[in-house]
């Protein structure tokens, strides 16, 4: 055994051999090893039912689905080895109009990366399929460029192209411990010798926490029992096969919660149930190899019966068959897919549910992450880093059996789960519930997503289309407009970096300069080599050598990663940078509205003028009793502050403002109403807007990037688009003539019919009467006024660039509170 490697695979499933036949493939086959504790596919991966499906609603995933089978298509050209690749194609039924909207949402993504996708009507539905019942069906979504694989052809196929490139392949050897020695090389010890490696990656399917539990990482992933049964031969389809027909489409009927395929002569069907358990809670046994389940057939039932009136034919056969295997699962059903936090160089390609279709993309860009330092694609939904701490053992098996039972509910953009919550709650959440508030999730926070008022009941309408909230948040944003709103951002990331060497080290992490005086603000971003925006940091100086930064809530994780470790490389381990966690330790209220200014100087001593307190600043007060860090920013353009505190104080500062408050008309508001709010401004967001896959000069955040200041991340790769001309940019619009659905991003943009680019968001601005969307289009499309047209649901809108911050464009409210300045 080679003792030494440049990367170690752990798992010998599709998905490890993927990114081992992809690190060889970026030259560095004679360098990487796969180990394997049993055979090729001994995990999960032998008993999948093989389906290649391309739909999916995430930007990242369609992606790696998309590339997936592209590839597996040439690998028989390449290995020499059949991988029973059969494009027989895939067709989803929809049963209600909702659904259509789904289809529709989820074509624009496919068509804004690629992916081939056909309405059809339920006679074309009947005439694909003639031993499909279509009542009851209001159309159906088709996908012509996929269908299903033989998942162990397939690894194998991979594997010999892996060895082909020199890469080597240790089957029956287990990785029994992980260690980094002081050097930051590993050492993987096998009962047959370690090999000391750069990088490790774990593809260990349903040992991921155990592999995790080796270098300290608590992985958020763990397996549901998954089943699907195999019939006997239907005569209908044996005598199809012998009449020369073609093999039928990948029936999926989403509101059954099913799919069905052929399979010699007979039937598969695949239900995805409710009720189905988590399993390996504790980790499979150490020798757990090709294991299946009991069958478990009365939860099955409820999908039989579907199936049958759906296919009457499904229910004329016995079952041969029935596989129960487990299945990897995180909490949101994506992979993690991507570095592991804290850690440097051990990588994870876990959590794969759909691993036979994402193996392929996910080894890819894995690769490329490894080998250049940062992934071509923009990987957020699939980050490692999305989820945090708070992804307890019974969190996951609340939220994966949840995730589990939801693979073929609607997913509505403003989808809020329901499985493990409320988990993190700030203090006012009981005070915001009263006041009505409807409540999202964000890293295991509750935050007021909107509040129910004038009656309504407070419970979410999900829908692709402006739903009942949608009054709602009007009534909020004019509220906000007019007199003053409070919002709970306590979800906000936060933390502190002090030191003698903390300035350096952070000029050099993000594009801007620093603020320089003291309480000074500006808004910074940490960028990726290639000059992407990775992260968005507020940061506050608070003496020379202390500063405050804070980021959004999602990515506290990400954020704080990415920083530590440039900062362990900065000071290859001396004291002169000091990291400081705060996020769960301060509260946020965001004050918001022209009253905000004579509100907080009610409750505060401290002068609150533009004098003293101008824009872009922050000052240490006291808000009735309570310590409170006030930062004069905001997300929704109007005269505020952030009021950052100890999480013990934040009743008793919500309680004196909203005393304070009364007669000017302070409400809280909620997430969709800033979300509103932001793109009157057109502020951008980290993962729409800002991301990994456009350059800040792209994302049009020239003002915050300093070119001219010295070395920083990503400032070479800036000066070189700079100089080649950049690719694209980024756009307002204004989109004409909807009156009952925006843009929610991943929409088609197109000029004469070719498509030009994508809405990367969108929402209706109550301040301006007017649909927006922000997009990302070719440079010779940004001009203003140029028109386009923009795919929302399906259809085609009118759709102009206008300039940026179609509200108040001259910041005059922000700045005074008023519509000019004083
Ligand atoms: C019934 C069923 C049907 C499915 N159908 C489909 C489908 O139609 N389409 C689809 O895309 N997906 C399907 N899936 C999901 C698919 O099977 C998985 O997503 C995929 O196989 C995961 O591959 P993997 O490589 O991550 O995991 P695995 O195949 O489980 O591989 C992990 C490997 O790691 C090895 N390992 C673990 N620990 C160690 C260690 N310490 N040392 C050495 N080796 C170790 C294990 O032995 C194992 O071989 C199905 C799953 C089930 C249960």
């Given amino acids: 055994m080679k003792t030494e490697a440049k990367a170690v695979v752990i798992g010998g499933g599709i998905v490890g051999v993927s990114t081992l036949y992809h690190l060889a493939r970026k030259g560095w086959g004679d360098e990487v090893v796969l180990l394997e504790k049993g055979e090729l596919t001994s ?3 032998w008993h999948a039912a093989g389906l290649l499906p391309l739909f999916n609603m995430s930007y990242s995933v369609g992606q790696l ?22 494009k027989v194609g895939n067709l989803r039924l929809a049963m209600n109009q909702d659904r259509m909207d789904e289809y529709h949402q989820y074509a624009a993504t496919a068509k804004t990366i690629g992916v081939n996708v056909r309405f059809l009507t339920p006679d074309e539905v009947g005439g694909l399929w003639p031993m499909c019942v279509t009542d009851g069906l209001v159309g159906a979504i088709l996908h012509p460029d996929d269908g299903y694989i033989q998942p162990a052809d397939l690894t194998q196929a991979l594997a010999r192209g892996a060895r082909a490139r020199g890469a080597t392949i240790h089957r029956n050897t287990t990785v029994l411990g992980i260690e980094q020695t002081d050097s930051g090389r590993w050492r993987v010890v096998t009962p047959d010798g370690e090999i000391h490696c750069e990088h490790v990656v774990s593809a260990t399917g349903n040992y991921a926490r155990r592999t995790g539990a080796m270098v300290g990482l608590d992985i958020p992933v763990m397996p549901v029992q998954h089943q699907f049964i195999v019939t006997e031969p239907h005569p209908e389809l044996v005598a199809r096969r012998d009449r020369g027909e073609p093999e039928m489409a990948v029936l999926r009927e989403s509101d059954g919660s099913w799919y069905l395929r052929e399979e010699n002569g007979g039937f598969i069907l695949g239900p995805y149930e409710k009720g189905a358990p988590c399993c390996y809670v504790d980790g499979p046994r150490p020798d757990a190899e090709y294991e299946l389940f009991q069958e478990d057939i009365d939860r099955l039932v409820p999908h039989i019966e579907a199936a049958i ?17 487990a299945i990897a699962y995180t909490p949101d059903g994506n992979p993690i897919v991507g570095p592991a936090w804290g850690l440097d160089n051990f990588w994870l390609n876990e959590g794969h ?38 992804v307890s053992k019974a ?12 693979v073929f509910t609607i997913h509505f953009p403003d989808e809020e789960r329901p499985a493990g919550r409320p988990l993190r709650t700030a203090p006012c959440y009981g005070r915001m519930k009263e006041r009505g508030a409807v409540f999202g999730q964000k890293f295991g926070w509750e935050r007021p997503n909107w509040f129910a008022t004038d009656g309504m009941a407070p419970e979410d309408d999900w829908s692709f289309r402006r739903s009942h909230w949608f009054e709602a948040v009007r009534r909020e944003v004019d509220n906000v407009t007019n007199r003053v709103g409070l919002l709970d951002m306590t979800s906000f990331a936060k933390c502190r970096l002090s030191g003698p060497r903390a300035e350096a080290f952070l000029d050099g992490f993000v594009a801007n300069r620093l603020p320089a005086k003291r309480g000074g603000i500006a808004l910074c971003h940490a960028l990726s080599p290639g000059g992407g925006i990775h992260s968005e940091f507020t940061i506050c100086r608070e003496s020379a050598d202390s500063f405050y930064l804070v980021s959004a809530g999602a990515w506290q994780r990400l954020d704080h990663d990415y920083l530590l470790r440039q900062l362990r490389r900065f000071t290859e381990g001396d004291r002169s940078v000091q990291f400081t966690q705060l996020s769960g330790a301060l509260g946020v209220l965001v004050l918001a509205g022209p009253q905000a200014r004579t509100l907080l100087g009610r409750v505060t001593d401290a002068d609150c003028s533009d004098a003293a307190f101008p824009w872009l600043s922050a000052r240490e007060i006291v808000v009735g009793m309570a310590p409170v860090k006030a930062m004069r920013v905001n ?12 999480l013990e104080y934040q009743n008793h500062i919500f309680d004196a403002l909203f005393k304070a408050g009364d007669d000017l008309g302070l409400q809280p508001f909620g997430i969709r ?6 793109f009157e401004k057109s502020y951008r967001m980290v993962g729409t807007e800002m991301s990994i896959e456009y350059s800040a000069l792209e994302s049009g955040m020239d003002r ?3 070119l001219d200041k010295g070395a920083f991340t990503g400032r070479e790769a800036l000066l070189a688009q700079r100089d080649a001309g950049l690719k694209n940019r980024l756009v307002t619009l204004e989109v004409i003539d909807v009156d009952d659905a925006d843009a929610l991003g991943n929409n088609a943009l197109s000029c004469d019919g070719e498509v030009i680019g994508r809405a990367t968001g969108g929402n209706f601005g109550f301040r301006v009467e007017q649909s927006l969307a922000l997009g990302m289009v070719r440079p010779e499309f940004a001009e203003m006024g140029q028109a386009l047209e923009i795919e929302i649901l399906g259809r085609n809108y009118p759709a102009r660039v206008i300039p940026d911050s179609p509200f108040d464009p001259g910041n005059h409210r922000l700045r005074t509170g008023s519509d000019a300045d004083d």
């Avoid at 689905?65 to 059969?86: C, K, P």
């Avoid at 997300?635 to 100890?646: A, D, I, R």
């Avoid at 109403?673 to 932001?678: H, V």
């Fill in 673 to 678: 109403a800033m979300d509103s709010m932001r």
């Fill in 65 to 86: 689905h998309r590339y997936s089978v592209e590839l597996y298509q040439q690998l028989e050209a390449e290995t020499g080895q059949d991988v029973g690749f059969r």
């Fill in 353 to 390: 549910s759909f691993g036979i279709t994402a193996a392929g993309g996910a080894g890819w860009q894995l690769a490329e992450w490894i080998v250049d330092g940062e992934p071509t694609v923009d990987m957020l939904g699939v980050e490692p880093r999305r989820f945090g701490d708070y």
């Fill in 43 to 45: 995990g999960s991966t």
């Fill in 635 to 646: 997300y929704v353009g109007e005269l505020g502050w952030e009021l950052h505190h100890p």
């Fill in 704 to 706: 915050f990037v300093r």
């Fill in 309 to 325: 009136a759906r296919v009457p034919a499904f229910g004329e056969v016995g079952f041969k068959k029935v596989y129960n295997g």
């Fill in 395 to 406: 969190y996951l098996m609340a939220k994966n059996e949840e995730a589990y039972a939801s």
